[in-house]
């Protein structure tokens, strides 16, 4: 019998103002970080997941186009932003369409709404040192404890459409960013953290002077923010726009990776630009030319580099040399689509290719493109397409 457990909470500001604010320690875009008292309380719901769990063979099959007559397979979502392998070996999806996790026992989603009871997309999934999933949505957070989703809502700040991207570090603190800058949560408050604004980048549906696009921790701790005002490094005491001195690189990052050797790469408007500690290096104008972006970005088990140009094309790098990926997307086991493909020819016949919003590589080592219109794994030179039946 499935049934609802239901606990309202308050939900309001406290501490209106800022009794330390930041200190200015030079010139070279160092901050020093104080603590500030402003706090955010928020809502929160506790709901039993057997009650929001819906099995994926009793849906209508997801359709990416209704007016494409090329049979497009049984989609997870037409979008989805984020997967996520579990210790347990279970797949989570962050999708346009809210949430669902693959086990032995099939694919189920999840209907969490956000504060105003509408569905969510999910644009982040996280697991804690205790095996609890963390879900970062636009309007709000949920922690799913294994039988329980707590919802965590907070209208000033989680706003629909506002997070966007989530890291757990490793003392066990929650990062938040969003359209609105960047929160730490404590799982009973959110604190502002301060991050100068940037600027809005106008090629880009959703941006704002202090979005934050992604959230990293380095080997040493240090927590790495991609902004609309370049990239900055937090050591637990300064905070320091580590581009602010370099011209070359775009104050618009969008991902910072740390390598196995310990330097950095760093996607960002214009290029991928490799981060030694001490100077930038644009390895991809030679390629892309000097003002093409660069989005999702990726280091695989052996060390090569994987990343996204110009939305849909695809690159290879293992050090020496580029590779675009001109691969091949099986939809089905009797449909295999060109994956390069005329605009035009695209437009009219609704052909595509992957335009992924995150590369992933499982437990299994095989790598992942989730993005516009569905979920892709590179196997055998091919973009298979995972549908709701897979292949698994």
Request: proline share 2%; net charge positive.
């Amino acid at each position: 019998m499935k049934y609802i457990q239901l606990t309202i909470f308050k939900t309001k500001a406290i501490g209106l103002s800022l009794l330390c604010t930041l200190c200015i320690t030079s010139c070279a875009g160092q901050i020093e970080k104080n603590a500030t008292s402003l706090k955010f309380i928020p809502e929160q719901t506790k709901i039993h997941a057997d009650s929001i769990s819906v099995k994926a063979e009793t849906l209508p099959e997801y359709r990416v186009d209704i007016h494409d007559k090329d049979y497009q397979g049984n989609q997870i979502s037409g979008v989805v932003r984020t997967v996520f392998q579990d210790s347990k070996g279970n797949f989570w999806f962050g999708t346009q369409n809210g949430l669902c996790r693959k086990d032995k026992n099939g694919l189920v989603y999840f209907d969490i709404k956000n504060r105003t009871g509408q569905g969510v997309t999910v644009h982040v999934i996280l697991e804690d040192k205790d095996g609890a999933i963390w879900i970062g949505y636009g309007g709000g957070i949920a922690k799913y404890d294994g039988r329980y989703f707590t919802n965590y809502h907070e209208k000033d700040i989680l706003t629909t459409g506002g997070l966007w991207s989530m890291l757990m570090d490793s003392k066990g603190t929650l990062w938040v960013g969003t359209t609105q800058g960047v929160f730490t949560f404590d799982g009973k408050a959110f604190t502002p953290f301060e991050i100068p604004e940037g600027k809005v980048n106008p090629n880009f549906g959703v941006s704002t002077s202090k979005m934050i696009h992604s959230i990293m921790e380095d080997r040493k701790g240090y927590v790495w923010f991609a902004t609309n005002g370049g990239a900055y490094r937090f050591d637990g005491k300064v905070l320091t726009n580590i581009s602010a001195k370099d011209q070359s690189i775009s104050n618009f990052v969008h991902q910072i990776i740390e390598r196995k050797d310990g330097t950095f790469y760093i996607s960002a408007s214009n290029g991928l630009f490799h981060f030694n500690g001490k100077t930038f290096q644009n390895i991809t104008e030679n390629v892309l030319g000097k003002e093409v972006g660069v989005g999702c970005v990726f280091e695989d088990k052996t060390g090569a580099i994987w990343f996204s140009a110009n939305k849909r094309d695809i690159y290879h790098y293992n050090g020496k040399t580029f590779q675009k990926i001109e691969a091949k997307i099986k939809i089905s086991d009797h449909t295999v689509l060109p994956f390069e493909v005329n605009q035009d020819q695209q437009k009219q016949e609704g052909n595509f290719s992957p335009f992924p919003f995150q590369i992933y590589q499982d437990r299994q080592q095989r790598l992942w493109f989730v993005g516009f219109k569905g979920a892709y794994r590179f196997e055998n030179n091919a973009f298979v397409n995972v549908t709701r039946i897979g292949p698994w």
